[in-house]
């Protein structure tokens, strides 16, 4: 099947002190969820960020939804951007975020924001309470009621499962599996995540970064046959090493990533293959790109 | 218009708008009628002294900090189209109300004391030194929120707010001394420092979009 | 279909599994040929698995040719004429006494023996699967 982008960002630069954002090419595939995966201070907050159009000093260009127009305002109506810490000024009460809302964008729902925030539990029920008085947990819940109570065809979550408890995970993958079906190929979401598996379930396509570089890309079910958890016993681990990818070994036997066209060599060796999990994946593959030094 | 308005209603909390619109105005002019005093005038700039205190302390709660590099208080607002948009039509109203609010008081106050001083009458030089306190009290809000937003606290509104009552009363000799000059400096004043105002707030809030470094 | 299984740990990697299930109840007939597959987002949901997974069982389904996948609608059942039905049996067979004549082979098993084995076996009272 031919794959439509949401969004196609093309030599995006960003520099900070000690930091530089450059993604040369990324397409973001519509209709699928997109994990947005790395280190803190990779780069995926700000990648986010300039994606949303709430940050607009940056090189390069985004194409949104594969139309002509290139300007973020045309198309911030269409996008949904949720992020941590101070998203609503900290003095604004729950309905207030909802008089608000329905000033900022024409397709905000305040029923269906009532709704959300009683199904989430937001504020137990008493809608002067305050964003300040809040927990993170709650917060992000607030955002996210906000966010999916308008008429959106693209969700950019920045951290959206971090404060939230299991059970609360469990319900946003929910959340996201419904607002896909019910967009039916026209809608997508990126999200990014430091819990891998917990939102494993509701990703398709995933984007590794580290130091403003995206090093790995793919979706899932390509990725699971790229790469290959190999698992041997101690003698092996030796010569395993040099052709695994990733390594980690004990003295009762040695664990891997290895990339599928190097299986072969590990031939003659006692070895289980498996088909790894995201998580395992990304550990490997950002093992293999950090700057910090493993013992 | 309507869309202005609800701008400004959308950014205030009820507990601000009770204590804006209800507690303060009865506070002030319960406070007229248990210590009177003999002069509109006075009455006048009772009022607006203590609006300049009122006006700058509870501006912390509505647009507190708004000029401040962290912009990442306002990420929903610019999420939107509408956002900066938002934020000019709340300032705007705000700063029509306060003309208004301290206004009205002022009338009702000045009615009340014609009302309960028989005899008395209201002479020329009173409305227009009046008017020219009213004047005086929203130009120096004005310029001292302005740079009151600058700072995240609310002591700093605390302190700004001794600054603004130490001009008024540095003000209101200048007021009754040159009525007719000061009359068409302070209403040049005000149009110019509400443009200036709005526009240093915009720009903190457009200025948002991008980082200091790079 | 109203039954779907999948395991989350068993080896088998899970868009397998469902296309494994799926082309069951095409072959055995329970679905219907005209009939649409439910669509990839709401299985996804409803399995809590990604999209991606299901799209890619559906995939193998029409790489099998059990299925056809139109673009915006979804993914239909092909008609299943009887020679084809009998082929993918017949395959099956095949495959199933391959494993077990290799079984044999280690088990040093004589032609003999198999054979008294496969007629004992189809002597025996169908077991219920």
Same mark, same amino acid.
């Given at each position: 099947?031919?794959?439509?982008?949401?969004?196609?960002?093309?030599?995006?630069?960003?520099?900070?002190?000690?930091?530089?954002?450059?993604? #040369?090419?990324?397409?973001?595939?519509?209709?699928?969820?997109?994990?947005?995966?790395?280190?803190?201070?990779?780069?995926?907050?700000?990648?986010?960020?300039?994606?949303?159009?709430?940050?607009?000093?940056?090189?390069?260009?985004?194409?949104?939804?594969?139309?002509?127009?290139?300007?973020?305002?045309?198309?911030?109506?269409?996008?949904?951007?949720?992020?941590?810490?101070?998203?609503?000024?900290?003095?604004?009460?729950?309905?207030?975020?909802?008089?608000?809302?329905?000033?900022?964008?024409?397709?905000?729902?305040?029923?269906?924001?009532?709704?959300?925030?009683?199904?989430?539990?937001?504020?137990?029920?008493?809608?002067?309470?305050?964003?300040?008085?809040?927990?993170?947990?709650?917060?992000?819940?607030?955002?996210?009621?906000?966010?999916?109570?308008?008429?959106?065809?693209?969700?950019?979550?920045?951290? #959206? %499962?971090?404060?939230?408890? #299991?059970?609360?995970?469990?319900?946003?993958?929910?959340?996201?599996?419904?607002?896909?079906?019910?967009?039916?190929?026209?809608?997508?979401?990126?999200?990014?995540?430091?819990?891998?598996?917990?939102?494993?379930?509701?990703?398709?396509?995933?984007?590794?970064?580290?130091?403003?570089?995206?090093?790995?890309?793919?979706?899932?079910?390509?990725?699971?046959?790229?790469?290959?958890?190999?698992?041997?016993?101690?003698?092996?681990?030796? %010569?395993?090493?040099?052709?695994?990818?990733?390594?980690?070994?004990?003295?009762?036997?040695?664990?891997?990533?290895?990339?599928?066209?190097?299986?072969?060599?590990?031939?003659?060796?006692?070895?289980?293959?498996?088909?790894?999990?995201?998580?395992?994946?990304?550990?490997?593959?950002?093992?293999?790109?950090?700057?910090?030094?493993?013992? | 218009?309507?869309?202005?308005?609800?701008?400004?209603?959308?950014?205030?909390?009820?507990?601000?708008?009770?204590?804006?619109?209800?507690?303060?105005?009865?506070?002030?002019?319960?406070?007229q009628?248990?210590?009177p005093m003999e002069d509109i005038v006075l009455c006048t700039f009772f009022i607006t002294?203590?609006?300049?205190?009122?006006?700058?302390?509870? @501006?912390?709660?509505?647009?507190?900090?708004?000029?401040?590099? @962290?912009?990442?208080?306002?990420?929903?607002?610019?999420?939107?189209?509408?956002?900066?948009?938002?934020?000019?039509?709340?300032?705007?109203?705000?700063?029509?109300?306060?003309?208004?609010?301290s206004s009205?008081m002022t009338i009702i106050n000045i009615i009340l004391f014609l009302v309960l001083n028989q005899g008395e009458s209201l002479r020329g030089k009173d409305v227009l030194v009046s008017t020219n306190l009213l004047l005086l009290e929203?130009?120096?809000?004005?310029?001292?929120?302005?740079?009151?937003?600058?700072? @995240?606290?609310?002591?700093?509104?605390?302190?700004?707010?001794?600054?603004?009552?130490?001009?008024?009363?540095?003000?209101c000799y200048l007021v009754g001394k040159y009525v007719i000059i000061m009359f068409v400096?302070l209403?040049?004043?005000?149009?110019?420092?509400?443009?200036?105002?709005?526009?240093?707030?915009?720009?903190?809030?457009?200025?948002?979009?991008? @980082?200091?470094?790079? | 279909?109203?039954?779907?299984?999948?395991?989350?740990?068993?080896?088998?990697?899970?868009?397998?599994?469902?296309?494994?299930?799926?082309?069951?109840?095409?072959?055995?007939?329970?679905?219907?040929?005209?009939?649409?597959?439910?669509?990839?987002?709401?299985?996804?949901?409803?399995?809590?698995?990604?999209?991606?997974?299901?799209?890619?069982?559906?995939?193998?389904?029409?790489?099998?040719?059990?299925?056809?996948?139109?673009?915006?609608?979804?993914?239909?059942?092909?008609?299943?004429?009887?020679?084809?039905?009998?082929?993918?049996?017949?395959?099956?067979?095949?495959?199933?006494?391959?494993?077990?004549?290799?079984?044999?082979?280690?088990?040093?098993?004589?032609?003999?023996?198999?054979?008294?084995?496969?007629?004992?076996?189809?002597?025996?009272?169908?077991?219920?699967?």
């Amino acid at each position: 099947m031919e794959m439509a982008n949401v969004i196609e960002a093309c030599n995006i630069k960003k520099k900070y002190k000690g930091f530089q954002l450059d993604v #040369p090419k990324c397409n973001i595939p519509k209709g699928f969820a997109t994990a947005l995966i790395g280190e803190n201070g990779a780069g995926k907050s700000t990648f986010l960020n300039i994606l949303s159009g709430i940050r607009l000093d940056y090189k390069g260009e985004i194409k949104y939804f594969d139309e002509q127009e290139q300007n973020v305002d045309q198309v911030k109506e269409r996008l949904g951007y949720a992020g941590p810490g101070n998203y609503f000024l900290p003095q604004w009460s729950i309905a207030q975020i909802e008089e608000v809302s329905e000033l900022l964008f024409q397709t905000f729902d305040a029923d269906r924001y009532q709704k959300l925030c009683q199904e989430l539990g937001i504020g137990g029920g008493d809608n002067r309470k305050k964003v300040s008085s809040l927990s993170d947990g709650n917060k992000m819940k607030l955002t996210l009621a906000a966010v999916l109570s308008r008429e959106t065809q693209c969700l950019l979550l920045d951290e #959206p %499962a971090s404060p939230l408890d #299991p059970l609360m995970r469990d319900k946003l993958c929910e959340m996201l599996h419904e607002y896909l079906e019910e967009g039916n190929g026209e809608r997508s979401v990126v999200f990014s995540t430091h819990n891998i598996s917990d939102m494993e379930n509701v990703t398709d396509y995933c984007l590794i970064m580290e130091h403003g570089n995206i090093v790995e890309e793919g979706f899932v079910e390509d990725l699971k046959e790229k790469y290959i958890l190999v698992k041997g016993e101690a003698k092996d681990a030796e %010569a395993a090493k040099s052709i695994l990818y990733s390594f980690s070994g004990n003295s009762y036997g040695f664990e891997g990533i290895c990339l599928a066209e190097n299986v072969d060599k590990l031939a003659g060796m006692d070895i289980q293959l498996e088909t790894p999990s995201l998580c395992q994946i990304s550990v490997a593959v950002m093992k293999a790109n950090t700057n910090l030094k493993f013992s | 218009m309507r869309r202005m308005i609800r701008s400004y209603l959308a950014l205030t909390p009820f507990l601000y708008r009770i204590v804006l619109f209800v507690f303060i105005p009865i506070a002030i002019i319960a406070m007229q009628q248990l210590f009177p005093m003999e002069d509109i005038v006075l009455c006048t700039f009772f009022i607006t002294l203590i609006m300049v205190f009122a006006e700058i302390l509870m @501006d912390y709660w509505l647009f507190g900090g708004i000029s401040t590099r @962290d912009g990442a208080k306002l990420e929903y607002l610019k999420t939107s189209n509408y956002g900066i948009k938002l934020m000019k039509n709340a300032l705007t109203i705000n700063m029509v109300r306060q003309l208004i609010e301290s206004s009205v008081m002022t009338i009702i106050n000045i009615i009340l004391f014609l009302v309960l001083n028989q005899g008395e009458s209201l002479r020329g030089k009173d409305v227009l030194v009046s008017t020219n306190l009213l004047l005086l009290e929203y130009v120096v809000v004005v310029m001292l929120l302005t740079v009151a937003r600058f700072f @995240d606290g609310w002591q700093v509104n605390m302190f700004i707010s001794y600054a603004g009552v130490i001009l008024m009363l540095g003000g209101c000799y200048l007021v009754g001394k040159y009525v007719i000059i000061m009359f068409v400096l302070l209403v040049v004043l005000a149009l110019l420092l509400s443009a200036l105002s709005i526009n240093i707030a915009l720009k903190r809030v457009r200025e948002c979009y991008y @980082d200091k470094a790079a | 279909m109203n039954y779907l299984k999948i395991l989350q740990s068993s080896g088998v990697p899970i868009y397998q599994q469902i296309s494994e299930q799926f082309k069951e109840e095409i072959l055995a007939g329970k679905l219907k040929q005209g009939e649409y597959l439910p669509s990839i987002r709401s299985l996804a949901k409803d399995l809590k698995i990604s999209v991606i997974t299901t799209m890619k069982a559906y995939e193998q389904l029409e790489a099998e040719g059990l299925v056809t996948g139109v673009q915006g609608k979804g993914f239909y059942v092909n008609a299943q004429d009887s020679q084809m039905l009998r082929e993918q049996h017949l395959r099956k067979v095949e495959e199933s006494l391959m494993e077990a004549l290799q079984a044999a082979k280690i088990a040093r098993m004589t032609k003999q023996e198999v054979f008294d084995m496969l007629e004992a076996l189809s002597q025996m009272p169908e077991e219920k699967s």
